[in-house]
């Protein structure tokens, strides 16, 4: 007997609806069954209803003796002798099988076909057999059916109860949920803009999220407040419950902020989920769909706000992810509180709106874009906020003026607590709306780690000016989800009324510094912040207000100045003496103090430039026009100022100007005025903050391309050992002394005019000579050998007539562990010497110790190597650099960076980082070049919303 099976499954048609076979599937196998007594063919589809089948493969067809079909789910006989006068049965094997199939009827269950063929009268008879179950839930089938009977034990049991789509997948069920998490968002479904996502290692690329998840399966999505992460999570359990293509899907949509409250382990919230769509049975389908028809998503990670349930969160999705490798899974978290703690995830940053996007956005509403000005662009990147200015853009009077964040949802709030009903005359509680901001605020910060107030808990904190009914008539249901309990219906919602309250009774002053003292550190804190930050209206305390921000918090002084209340109107009613005399002040101090508080070690390394006495004092000259839109200024070095800040009046700025740039020639050091025009960069008015800290960004890119960092041994160790080569004459010993006086030897030598005088050399040989002398004593006041850190030179082919500039693999590796070890600790010693202030900011450093994994093969040309593609990891997985055994493309090696890294601080793929290095090139220092670049990257990740000049 022989047996043919063809694959005709496939989702392949022609434009017929015909299915597309691929005829040498039968073509080339025939051959090897064709001598047996007795041929058959197994196809799911009837080969008629295939289109390619050509004469040829028809005639073999014929030639079977039993051809086999399912697909078909009919009732009535089941032999059928079709037009090419063969046998032809349709088959209904172990699927679903009608319970009565000489009947019409809908139902189904489990069933075989049993075929009985004469060969010496050619008659074929079939009958088809439902399963015999024993035990009342079906969940076991009798192995023989016929012999055994109902009564007799079962002797196979089935690994899975198969749940008829009936049963479970309900459109109604479905649709119930689905407007069950509706209530979650605050947006209609059909407003919504599709959204693309960046992966964090790769931030360029747009990527489409859903494609994402399906190649990644575990996928964590990270935004900032606001930017739309629930919306993302319920779009995609929308799809699942809508699209036919996920029938066989549910999605399990888990609140985080829930955890420990409503759920207190991720099986008990997924099974309780799961009951209304499996109503009976629920542990049972739990069991044996866990692995393969559950989506589970998980929003806001980041709001579980105490530290031990986040943990025991956090642990738990990494046990479920270990176990069900295979089960999707989407989690969201606001980036600042996202720790790279989650295993088998691969994380995306979420997009913000495009300009092109929100004027779509505004026009499909039917509102006047030109209603806002350009300002309001920025706050609308966020989905969240231009969502409430689309409810809100009746009011006429409400975007006369741009409002920043904290002001723009102060007129949102006060339009959704009742405004629209007082429009429509609708009898309103008489609430002072403020006092109610503040009293509903003062609920949620002495309860900040509860995510629900029951109605009887929600009354009775409310004091004896509102009661719970009357704060709800007040709110309705724009600013709370209203069900079982209250709860707002945003976050941002709750963080904006907290820092409300907080301002209110709080206000900053020396003696409210202890209580803003004990939160300033705790990201849980981070966003409320930021919106007292912008509800300050008074300059003297915004100025007292950011000197703490700037000493206690760096990164949050830097994002606050992003989102701060905008004082621009106050400073524009200053007359223009008073005006610039505050800005500039404010300008100056800002700057000088991020530098002695952060750079102490490298401030001399700031402008004004090198090159002037550092005793001296540093100064700050500064110039408006008279419209306000110009801003000049430079920075000197004065002996004894009678004060730091030099106000010039339009008038004298051009003869002022002029005497600075002669100073300067004078002083053989560069001139630098710079000339900003705040009103097409948009920074007119109260914006000296943001130019102070452009002007810090500006000045250490500059140091970082120059490398003019204290530098670690190492790196002077290698451009010493670079300039060895350099030489005239060949010096082959490693002690730094005996260069040194080789060095200066030939300076005396060949510093002499023909005259017998002597001149100052600034470049020998294109060495620097300065330069490279300092950098020669301070290895010699090291006693520093150079053997130490040795530079592997390069393989040589003298019999090919010249030097390849490639590793061989064993001399790179030599190479590679000797760059990794010592980068690591040329990179540590450089941030403490450099940014010791700093330090805590940086990703890498707090990651310190790390070790390498790296991987050569995607920089092999030919036999040799001329780069390297890399990450670090925690240094209790590995003791020292290591290489990737075997080949493996540059995707498997990402993918496996992405398993390995988490719980890094900082988790980068880098390659290349040696590739076109020549030995005794002047342009090229590797190591010195990928340590700077280490830094640059965690200055970069610092002051990304400040670009340079």
């Not at 009046?649 to 005497?659: I, L, R, Y």
Request: aromatic residues 16%; negative net charge.
């Amino acid at each position: 007997m022989g047996i043919l099976t063809v694959n005709s499954a496939w989702r392949c048609f022609d434009n017929d609806s015909k299915i597309i076979l691929g005829i040498n599937q039968i073509q080339n196998n025939y051959p090897k069954i064709q001598d047996n007594d007795f041929n058959i063919l197994l196809s799911h589809y009837k080969i008629d209803k295939c289109s390619d089948i050509d004469t040829m493969t028809e005639n073999i067809i014929t030639n079977f003796n039993l051809c086999c079909y399912g697909h078909t789910h009919s009732s009535g006989s089941a032999t059928i002798i079709d037009s090419r006068n063969r046998k032809t049965v349709i088959s209904v094997s172990k699927g679903l099988i009608p319970s009565n199939w000489t009947e019409e009827n809908q139902n189904y269950e489990n069933g075989f076909s049993i075929i009985d063929i004469d060969l010496t009268t050619d008659e074929i008879s079939v009958t088809v057999q439902p399963y015999t179950y024993s035990g009342p839930e079906k969940n076991c089938f009798v192995l023989d059916t016929q012999s055994l009977g109902k009564d007799e034990s079962a002797q196979f049991s089935l690994s899975k109860r198969i749940i008829h789509t009936e049963e479970i997948f309900s459109e109604t069920i479905r649709k119930e949920y689905s407007d069950y998490l509706f209530q979650f968002i605050n947006i209609q479904f059909d407003d919504y803009i599709n959204r693309t996502v960046s992966d964090t290692q790769n931030p360029d690329n747009k990527l489409s999220l859903f494609e994402e998840l399906n190649k990644y399966r575990k996928v964590v999505l990270l935004a900032n407040a606001g930017m739309g992460k629930t919306f993302e999570a319920i779009k995609l359990s929308q799809m699942i419950l809508t699209d036919k293509n996920f029938d066989n899907y549910i999605p399990i949509f888990l609140r985080a902020n829930l955890y420990k409250t409503s759920f207190d382990n991720l099986e008990e919230g997924i099974k309780e989920q799961l009951r209304p769509f499996t109503k009976t049975d629920t542990d049972k389908y739990y069991e044996d769909n866990i692995n393969d028809n559950i989506m589970l998503i998980i929003d806001g990670l980041d709001e579980v706000t105490d530290k031990s349930k986040y943990r025991s969160l956090i642990n738990e999705i990494n046990r479920f992810a270990a176990l069900y490798p295979k089960m999707f899974s989407f989690i969201t978290c606001r980036t600042n509180q996202f720790h790279n703690d989650l295993s088998n995830y691969k994380d995306f940053t979420l997009n913000p709106l495009t300009d092109w996007e929100i004027r779509g956005y505004l026009q499909k509403h039917k509102i006047n874009e030109n209603k806002f000005s350009t300002s309001y662009f920025e706050l609308f990147k966020n989905p969240f906020l231009l969502s409430l200015a689309t409810n809100v853009y009746s009011q006429q009077e409400a975007f006369s003026k741009f409002y920043n964040k904290s002001k723009f949802l102060e007129q949102c709030c006060l339009f959704l607590a009742g405004k629209r009903d007082e429009e429509k005359e609708l009898d309103m509680p008489n609430i002072n709306s403020f006092k109610l901001f503040c009293e509903i605020g003062k609920i949620a910060f002495e309860n900040f780690d509860k995510n629900s107030y029951t109605h009887v808990e929600f009354d009775e904190y409310f004091s004896s000016l509102f009661s719970a009914s009357q704060a709800f008539g007040k709110f309705r249901n724009e600013i709370f989800v209203v069900g079982q309990n209250y709860e707002f219906k945003h976050r941002l919602f709750k963080e904006y009324l907290i820092a409300f309250y907080m301002y209110k009774t709080y206000p900053f002053s020396d003696d409210t510094f202890d209580f803003y003292k004990k939160i300033i550190n705790d990201e849980s804190y981070f966003e409320i912040l930021s919106f007292v930050s912008g509800m300050i209206t008074d300059i003297k305390t915004q100025n007292m207000f950011f000197d703490f921000l700037l000493e206690k918090n760096f990164k949050l002084f830097l994002y606050c100045i992003i989102v701060k209340n905008d004082l621009s109107d106050q400073l524009q009613k200053l007359p223009f003496e008073d005006f610039s005399e505050l800005y500039i002040n404010i300008f100056f101090k800002t700057y000088i103090r991020t530098l002695n508080l952060y750079f102490p070690n490298i401030i001399d390394l700031f402008d004004p430039t090198r090159g002037i006495d550092i005793d001296k004092t540093i100064c700050c000259y500064g110039c408006f026009s008279e419209d306000r839109r110009m801003f000049y200024y430079w920075f000197d070095r004065i002996s004894n100022p009678s004060k730091r800040v030099f106000i010039i009046s339009p008038n004298e700025f051009q003869k002022a100007d002029f005497q600075h740039t002669e100073n300067c020639k004078n002083d053989q050091r560069t001139y630098r005025t710079n000339t900003i025009n705040l009103s097409l960069s948009r920074l007119e008015g109260d914006s000296a903050r943001y130019l102070a800290m452009r002007e810090v960004y500006t000045n250490l890119k500059r140091i970082l391309e120059e490398h003019i960092l204290i530098e670690s041994e190492y790196i002077i160790c290698e451009y010493v050992n670079i300039i060895k080569n350099c030489f005239r004459e060949t010096c082959n010993d490693n002690l730094v002394s005996d260069i040194y006086k080789h060095f200066e030897e030939k300076l005396n030598k060949d510093s002499l005019l023909p005259n017998g005088q002597k001149c100052f050399i600034a470049a020998y040989n294109g060495i620097k000579t300065n330069e490279f002398l300092t950098k020669l004593s301070i290895l010699k006041t090291l006693d520093f050998d150079l053997g130490i850190f040795p530079l592997p030179k390069k393989d040589q082919f003298p019999e090919i007539g010249y030097i390849k500039e490639c590793y061989s693999k064993i001399e790179m590796k030599k190479y590679i562990n000797n760059f990794f070890y010592y980068s690591e600790i040329a990179y540590k010693n450089m941030v403490e010497k450099n940014f010791n202030n700093l330090k805590d900011y940086f990703s890498l450093y707090l990651d310190i110790p790390y070790q390498i994994v790296y991987n050569l093969e995607t920089g092999k040309k030919d036999s040799f190597y001329t780069g390297v593609t890399y990450y670090h990891i925690s240094s209790s997985v590995i003791e020292h650099p290591y290489l990737r055994n075997g080949n493996i493309t540059y995707t498997d090696f990402y993918n496996e960076m992405i398993q390995n890294t988490k719980g890094m601080h900082s988790a980068s793929l880098c390659s290349s980082i040696i590739e076109n290095f020549i030995p005794g090139g002047l342009e090229n220092f590797p190591f010195s070049k990928y340590v700077y670049e280490l830094i640059q990257k965690d200055i970069d990740s610092l002051f990304k919303d400040f670009k340079s000049f």
